[in-house]
């Protein structure tokens, strides 16, 4: 019997420089191997290849946990995750109109994790002389969070990975992702 439903949106984008997605891709893929191996359900998006908005409404409807895996891009998400969320976010499906401003979301009940990757490296946060000003790497991401919870969800922490241009890990990186989820999802 399974645990619980997880949907993993592999935010990736494949249009910039060099970075093609790679990284991304194998940390999602870890994930959905890791958690299909602890007897989750698990379902994918790859955003940058497409996908349909009412088979993404209905792959939320039925997750319990959302993770985000994405690449950071000047501070944010990158272009295809932004535009997923424009129009997947569906009024009546993901929020409502309510008297008081960002209470309206209707999936509470529903919990997320975001996990990025970054050029930045790991030092430049949460140190007050640095680039970031002593901001946290979810403090830079504040507005990715405000949406979620727009939309009622409940955040885990986030995990990120740093300096994945100049030196990668790749295998590091999904020992420290699957780590990560058995303590966010009680595994």
């Known amino acids: 019997m399974s645990k619980q439903t997880v949907l993993i949106i592999n935010g990736r984008d494949t249009r910039y420089g060099s970075a093609k997605g790679a990284l991304n891709t194998f940390l999602a893929d870890t994930a959905a191997s890791h958690l299909k191996e602890e007897?989750?359900?698990?379902?994918t998006t790859r955003v940058a290849d497409g996908y349909e908005i009412a088979e993404e409404a209905r792959k939320w409807?039925?997750?319990d946990v959302v993770l985000f895996q994405f690449p950071i891009y000047w501070f944010a998400a990158p272009a295809v995750l932004k535009r997923y969320i424009e129009e997947v976010y569906q009024h009546d499906t993901f929020?409502?109109?309510v008297p008081?401003?960002?209470?309206?979301?209707?999936?509470?009940?529903?919990?997320y994790l975001v996990?990025?990757?970054?050029?930045?490296?790991?030092?430049?946060?949460?140190?007050?002389?640095s680039f970031f000003n002593g901001r946290s790497v979810d403090d830079v991401?504040?507005?990715?969070?405000f949406t979620?919870?727009?939309?009622?969800?409940t955040r885990l922490p986030?995990?990120?990975?740093?300096?994945?241009?100049k030196h990668p890990d790749a295998a590091t990186y999904a020992e420290q992702l699957k780590t990560h989820l058995n303590k966010a999802l009680n595994i």
């Open 115 to 129: 996990s990025t990757t970054w050029n930045a490296p790991k030092d430049v946060f949460a140190d007050p002389s």
């Open 61 to 63: 409807q039925q997750a």
């Open 148 to 153: 979620q919870a727009f939309v009622g969800l």
């Open 141 to 145: 991401l504040a507005d990715f969070h």
């Open 39 to 43: 007897g989750f359900t698990v379902e």
């Open 95 to 97: 929020y409502s109109s």
């Open 158 to 165: 986030s995990i990120s990975f740093h300096d994945v241009i």
């Open 100 to 111: 008081e401003y960002g209470r309206g979301g209707l999936l509470h009940r529903k919990r």
